[in-house]
C-alpha cells in the first residue's frame, strides 16, 4: 500500500507565505509525475502545479510568478512554496503523485494525500 501524507498548511495574512510538503510512503519503485490541486468551498477541484520525474514543471495561471513546485526524489517527496499569498489562494490542498510500485511492472498508479487547508485573511 502507498499512502501520501501532506504537511504545512495553515492561517496567513495576504502577502505572506508558505512552504506545503507531501512524502510518499510504501510500497514504491519509483515515482512519475507528482503535482498539487487544491479546491476552494463550492469550486472544482484545480490544478495548482505539477512536475514530472525529469522535473519540467507546469503551473496554473493564477500561480505564476508566486508558487514553485519541486521534489526531492530521495525522500519521496513533493512541495509547494507559496508566496505572495492572496485571500483567493484559500483552499484545500491536495498531493497527487503517478507511483510505479514494482520493478517488473510498467503500472503506474494514482495516489492522493488526504488534503491540507490552507487559509489566507485579508
Known amino acids: 500500500q502507498v499512502q501520501l501524507v501532506e504537511s504545512g498548511g495553515g492561517l496567513v495574512q495576504a502577502g505572506g507565505s508558505l512552504r506545503l510538503s507531501c512524502a510518499a510512503a510504501?510500497?514504491?519503485?519509483?515515482?512519475?509525475?507528482m503535482g498539487w490541486h487544491r479546491q476552494a468551498p463550492g469550486k472544482q477541484r484545480e490544478l495548482v502545479a505539477d512536475?514530472?520525474?525529469?522535473?519540467?514543471?507546469n503551473y496554473a495561471d493564477s500561480v505564476k510568478g508566486r508558487f514553485t513546485i519541486s521534489r526531492d526524489d530521495a525522500k519521496n517527496t513533493v512541495f509547494l512554496q507559496m508566496n505572495s499569498l492572496k485571500p483567493e489562494d484559500t483552499a484545500v490542498y491536495y498531493c497527487?503523485?503517478?507511483?510505479?510500485?514494482?520493478?517488473?511492472?510498467?503500472?503506474?498508479?494514482?495516489?492522493w494525500g488526504q488534503g491540507t487547508q490552507v487559509t489566507v485573511s485579508s
Open positions: 510504501g510500497t514504491i519503485f519509483s515515482i512519475n509525475a
Open positions: 512536475i514530472t520525474s525529469g522535473g519540467s514543471t
Open positions: 497527487n503523485a503517478m507511483i510505479r510500485k514494482r520493478s517488473w511492472s510498467l503500472n503506474e498508479y494514482d495516489y
